[in-house]
């Protein structure tokens, strides 16, 4: 309960934080200077009491002739009147002279008869200081007897509170209008940050590219705005994320799409016989099939990009089988000649990775060839290599690895319909299990283009 009141209690704005810390620190430090400052005019007022004290004593004591029998005599000077006021002089123990002051000040004042230098308080009826000064024989040096002074304490008291209530108030003033400086300041200083802050909202919701750069700027606010300008970056990595998903799943999509959408018009154009029907029905099943494991797995490419810093999920398959799979499906849709060279080569990427790794190597292959495709299987050092090649034309010279870019195309006037995804989609897969795709610089055995995969093995 204690607790939820202090934090009602707390400024909810930052600049109304400042405030109250820079009032607090200024509080304590106007505290520790009135008290230290009255402590000190408290010693000083004490200090004059004393004195006064002292001196009086010492001019009473002048007057005093200490006879070598022991008794004191007192001779009478000019302004008798000023010096014997609040003054006792005491022989031994006796009064000699005694003023005219209340009883329980007269006690406090016999109680010092016939002690050395000493000072005493009394409170009653208003607060005294005495003090009390020997008075020592001409010979032997011994005391004969002593001469006791007072003086109220009255005047250095109201003097002393006065000062105090002119402290407190001045302190009071002094805080209130540190306050109001200091709220003030700090809505100055505030006012960049709020501009900068609504600028990074009214970007990362209309548009990432634009940046606070390096121009100048005070220290803080330029760790600010470099803070900022890296939170804009991500969020505009984030959005190029979810783009370049959105365009890989429709790319990798649009294959099984389009022949589920031409088996669905074939089975609606006429009748079909049941064997049609089934066969309609299989095809249909496996490219829904085929949908979701590309789903899947660019999906699951996905979540390990983000989180566990590019590393594919753990797993491993045969990549001979995988690829002999790739060829059979290509060699029944297309007239081309599809062979598959090495067995019992393993990795440690799973089958649906790496399918879709070597799927856009043979799409293209089978879109390029002119009647032949060799894929080579090959276990290596550290894992295993699949080759791609190709009797068509190859890549041009001038196009080179730019062929991984997304949205580039070989020759866009191919004639062949593409998004130009396919093979970056393939070598970001490639890299996030470890691996790599890269574009032989010399032409393969067939004489065209010659795509080399390197997978982690298993």
């Known amino acids: 309960m204690r607790r939820r009141f202090l934090s009602g209690l707390r400024p909810r704005t930052l600049r109304g934080r400042l405030a109250l810390l820079a009032l607090a620190t200024t509080a304590v430090w106007v505290t520790t200077l009135t008290v230290a400052a009255n402590l000190v005019l408290g010693a000083q007022l004490r200090g004059q009491a004393d004195g006064l004290l002292r ?105 002393q509170k006065s000062v105090l209530l002119g402290s407190i108030a001045l302190a009071v003033a002094l805080l209130a209008g540190a306050y109001c400086v200091a709220r003030a300041v700090a809505n100055r200083a505030l006012v960049p940050v709020g501009v900068m802050s609504a600028q990074a909202a009214e970007w990362s919701e209309h548009g990432t590219s634009r940046r606070f750069g390096t121009q100048e700027r005070p220290e803080e606010l330029a760790r600010l705005a470099g803070n900022l300008d890296g939170l804009l970056d991500r969020l505009a990595a984030v959005v190029r994320h979810e783009q370049q998903l959105s365009a890989e799943l429709s790319h990798e999509l649009r294959t099984p799409l ?22 309609s029905h299989e095809a249909i099943a496996a490219s829904a099939a085929a949908m979701a494991q590309i789903c899947e797995a660019l999906l699951a490419d996905a ?94 010279q001038e196009t080179g690895s730019g062929v991984f870019e997304a949205g580039r195309r070989a020759d866009p006037a191919d004639g062949h ?19 790599d795709i890269v574009l032989s610089g010399t032409p393969g055995p067939l004489g065209g283009a010659r795509f080399v995969v390197s997978l982690p093995a298993g």
């Open 55 to 159: 001196t009086r004593s010492a001019a009473v004591a002048a007057t005093l002739e200490a006879r070598p029998d022991g008794r004191i005599l007192v001779h009478e000077p000019s302004d008798d009147q000023a010096l014997d006021a609040g003054v006792w002089i005491y022989q031994g123990r006796v009064a000699v002279e005694r003023p005219a002051e209340p009883a329980a000040l007269q006690q406090q004042a016999d109680r010092l008869a016939g002690r050395s230098a000493v000072f005493a308080d009394a409170s009653e009826p208003v607060p005294h200081r005495l003090f009390a000064l020997p008075v020592m024989a001409a010979t032997g040096g011994r005391q004969v007897g002593t001469v006791v002074a007072t003086v109220a304490l009255d005047p250095y008291q109201s003097t």
């Open 303 to 396: 979540r390990a990009g983000s989180t566990d810093g590019g590393q594919a999920p753990p797993g491993r398959c045969a990549v001979d089988e995988v690829a002999q799979d790739l060829a059979g499906r290509l060699a029944a849709s297309a007239p081309v000649d599809v062979t598959v060279t090495g067995r019992a080569v393993t990795a440690g990427v799973p089958a649906a990775v790496v399918e879709r790794i070597l799927a856009p190597l043979l799409d293209n292959a089978g879109r390029y060839c002119v009647r032949e495709i060799l894929v080579e299987c090959a276990a290596r050092p550290g894992g295993a290599e699949i080759s791609v090649t190709d009797d068509g034309p190859g890549v041009p």
């Open 258 to 279: 389009a022949r589920i959408t031409a088996e669905a018009e074939w089975l609606t154009a006429r009748p079909r016989t049941r064997a049609e029907q089934a066969a």
């Open 417 to 435: 319909d593409g998004a130009g995804l396919g093979l970056a989609l393939a070598r970001r897969l490639a890299r996030n299990a470890g691996g």
